[in-house]
């Protein structure tokens, strides 16, 4: 399928868009007709493509490629932050160096939704489309030839831009293979379907990297890049307008907006590494704040900003914003929580195989189950229903100890799972009705605030629940440590048993007493490290419950009144939907 005409700056007016299509039933007889697209099928902001009314084998074929380049997206970071551990041993690596790595990937991705829909408004969306799988092809190639530590910051980098484009590709392909009204239920599926990524990654990890060797992770990126790159031009995205978006300001606020993210997305990252009083995370904090509150000032006092500062401070925005970074925190129950306490126990990836294939499938069925019954005027019952879900399975990991198995969290960490799904694709599906109602420029607003509070809340919940964990786990092992004295009848039991299991192995009776006493100071170290596990679950369920019953409070109080927060925003999209007919 081809589109010829080239896109052009022009406003959005009936008629006035015109593009080329493959000859099929519905089509032109003749490949290099022109299709007069009707005034529904005008894309609806600049920068996106055309909507015309495909053929059913298209839109199957859309809907195809959308999901396969969100699959691509999510595992982008997700065969990443799954294989750290792997990537520090090939490339011998400490914990400081594999943490730039991550930061590498947020920095730019966190940032780069305001710049990408610029590019897009101002290019045109086949260039975006160009722009997006160079950076892809890219960012996976280098990785091939192992050319150490700096080529693989710059490589995560790009992939972090990369990334950030496929989302929204993804959520194109599937608006074009839905109906009109139904076209925003491709922001439900597209988010949500770049959330499954890092499970799937985490499942098949164990095949990729079983000899410790990664590069075959490398080829298995690039592979996918490849079919990527094929597949959006087998079928490309039908041509949209475009109008100059880029002011001289711009040049000016980005970018220290975007050094100052990096700078606290580094913080946040080495914080919990190399612990918080360290005196350069201060070097790090301090600019970051200066930056980002340089560049929202020069926003604020702009005739034509890139961000809507008023409005992003609104009450209505900034609830949806703190809701989404809240329920990214206490997601970190199973990133940080769950995949901790397991590795703590002993467990490696090829026996966590079953345990993330049944999260991937759970996070798979939190895609779809938003669209049963989605009513556009109540979307915060997403919200409501995620917080109940964590509250009560974070509350039920509390009873975890030393003899604890993987299959003893299959239905909490499957339900967990589920919940950080199934509430991302309505809250997205919020606030970009609030923007799409008000233009362009509200549009970048709102995907800026969405994409910080999402990557600064699940950063800023691990870097929290880290520092919660160390601290409860030397708390615990001194409670431990007071019961180990060295007179008590018991502990010297205990360590005779122990020192005689090693008459086999050591010859020497203090050495093997001294082994023995070590032994006995690992065993508590590990159920310590058990208990504050328990209590970091605790944090999260009583979290989670709280954030629960506040939602449930302005849910019921809604519900009672007959208030719909959208309302007068389903209206003017009606009204914008129907002078396009």
């Not at 007071?482 to 192995?505: C, E, F, V």
């Amino acid at each position: 399928m081809a589109y010829k005409q080239a896109e052009r700056a022009a406003p959005v007016q009936p008629g006035s868009i015109r593009a080329a299509f493959m000859a099929d039933a519905t089509s032109p007889a003749a490949p290099q007709d022109e299709y007069v697209l009707k005034p529904h099928e005008q894309p609806l902001i600049p920068g996106s493509p055309a909507n015309p009314d495909h053929p059913k084998g298209r839109r199957i074929a859309y809907f195809a490629i959308g999901i396969y380049l969100g699959l691509v997206a999510g595992l982008t970071n997700g065969l990443l932050l799954a294989n750290l551990i792997v990537l520090q041993g090939n490339m011998n690596l400490t914990p400081v160096d594999t943490g730039w790595v991550t930061v590498a990937y947020n920095l730019t991705n966190a940032c780069m939704s305001i710049l990408l829909f610029k590019v897009r408004q101002h290019f045109g969306i086949q260039r975006f489309v160009r722009a997006t799988m160079i950076t892809l092809l890219i960012a996976n190639f280098v990785q091939l030839f192992d050319a150490g530590y700096q080529v693989e910051l710059v490589s995560r980098a790009i992939s972090g831009i990369a990334a950030s484009g496929l989302v929204t590709l993804s959520i194109f392909y599937m608006m074009q293979s839905l109906p009109g009204p139904q076209r925003m239920i491709a922001l439900v599926l597209g988010i949500g379907v770049v959330q499954i990524g890092l499970p799937l990654a985490r499942a098949i990890s164990p095949l990729l990297v079983y000899d410790g060797d990664i590069g075959s992770l490398f080829a298995l990126q690039f592979g996918l890049s490849l079919v990527t790159v094929g597949l959006v031009n087998v079928l490309p995205l039908p041509q949209g307008v475009t109008v100059r978006a880029f002011g001289v300001l711009d040049l000016i606020s980005f970018p220290l907006l975007a050094v100052g993210i990096g700078l606290l997305c580094s913080f946040l990252v080495q914080g919990r590494i190399i612990w918080w009083p360290t005196p350069w995370l201060g070097a790090l904090l301090a600019p970051a704040i200066v930056l980002i509150g340089a560049a929202l000032l020069i926003e604020h006092n702009r005739q034509n900003p890139m961000l809507q500062t008023r409005w992003m401070a609104s009450g209505d925005l900034l609830k949806l914003a703190l809701a989404g970074a809240f329920i990214r925190v206490v997601l970190s129950e199973q990133n940080f929580g769950a995949t901790g306490l397991l590795t703590s126990l002993g467990y490696v990836n090829d026996q966590l195989v079953t345990f993330y294939a049944i999260t991937a499938f759970a996070a798979l069925l939190g895609v779809f189950f938003p669209l049963i019954g989605l009513n556009p005027a109540d979307l915060r019952l997403s919200t409501l229903i995620s917080l109940g879900i964590i509250s009560v399975a974070a509350f039920a990991d509390t009873q975890t100890g030393l003899m604890s198995r993987p299959s003893d969290f299959y239905l909490t960490q499957a339900a967990i799972a589920f919940a950080s799904v199934y509430f991302i694709g309505p809250m997205l599906m919020e606030g970009f009705l609030r923007a799409l109602t008000r233009g362009p420029s509200y549009i970048v607003s709102f995907l800026a605030l969405f994409n910080l509070s999402q990557t600064i809340g699940g950063l800023a919940g691990t870097a929290a629940l880290s520092a919660f964990f160390t601290i409860r786990a030397k708390a615990h092992l001194m409670t431990l440590g007071q019961g180990l004295a060295t007179d008590d009848p018991a502990l010297a039991q205990a360590l005779a048993y122990l020192s005689s299991g090693l008459n086999g192995s050591i010859g020497d009776a203090t050495l093997r007493s001294a082994v023995a006493g070590r032994n006995v100071v690992q065993e508590a170290a590990r159920q310590a490290g058990v208990l504050a596990y328990n209590d970091v679950f605790f944090v999260i369920g009583f979290g989670a419950a709280i954030g629960f019953m506040i939602v449930l409070v302005r849910w019921l109080r809604d519900r009672r009144r007959g208030f719909s927060p959208l309302a007068a925003d389903l209206s003017l999209l009606q009204q914008m939907l129907a002078q396009r007919k």
